[in-house]
Nanobody, 125 residues
Framework: QVQLVESGGGLVQTGGSLRLSCAVS????????IGWFRQAPGNEREFVAT???????YYADSVKGRFTISRDNAKTTVNLQMNDLKPDDTAVYYC???????????????????WGQGTQVTVSS
């Protein structure tokens, strides 16, 4: 059974940092595309960052230079380090994974089969 469990959300002031983690079980990590999406109230779920086939990182323009996605193979955990947070980063953040991802599809949430339950990130101004 595949499980993705997020942790690390919370409340932070503008300019602060948070580190989200996603613990993965039931999948082999080596070729697994795993990333993060977020959804603010009234908005569609949007792409944040992903590790394509577990190797190459891609980021949304809105977070490039501020967020870093990384993977710990030993612990099958994927992390999202978020620095210089802004109020527009406020959302529920979801970890998502897929075994058969192609590069042209990485930013579309509909192409990910595995999802976590989400963790709230709130950035106060």
């Amino acid at each position: 059974q595949v499980q993705l469990v997020e942790s690390g959300g919370g409340l932070v002031q503008t300019g602060g940092s948070l580190r989200l983690s996603c613990a993965v079980s039931g999948r082999t990590m080596s070729q697994y595309t795993i990333g993060w999406f977020r959804q603010a109230p009234g908005n569609e779920r949007e792409f944040v960052a992903t590790l394509f086939r577990g190797r190459t990182a891609y980021y949304a323009d809105s977070v490039k230079g501020r967020f870093t996605i990384s993977r710990d193979n030993a612990k099958t955990t994927v992390n999202l380090q978020m620095n210089d947070l802004k109020p527009d980063d406020t959302a529920v953040y979801y970890c998502a994974g897929d075994t058969g991802m192609i590069l042209s599809s990485i930013t579309n949430h509909a192409n990910y089969d595995d999802w976590g339950q989400g963790t709230q990130v709130t950035v106060s101004s």
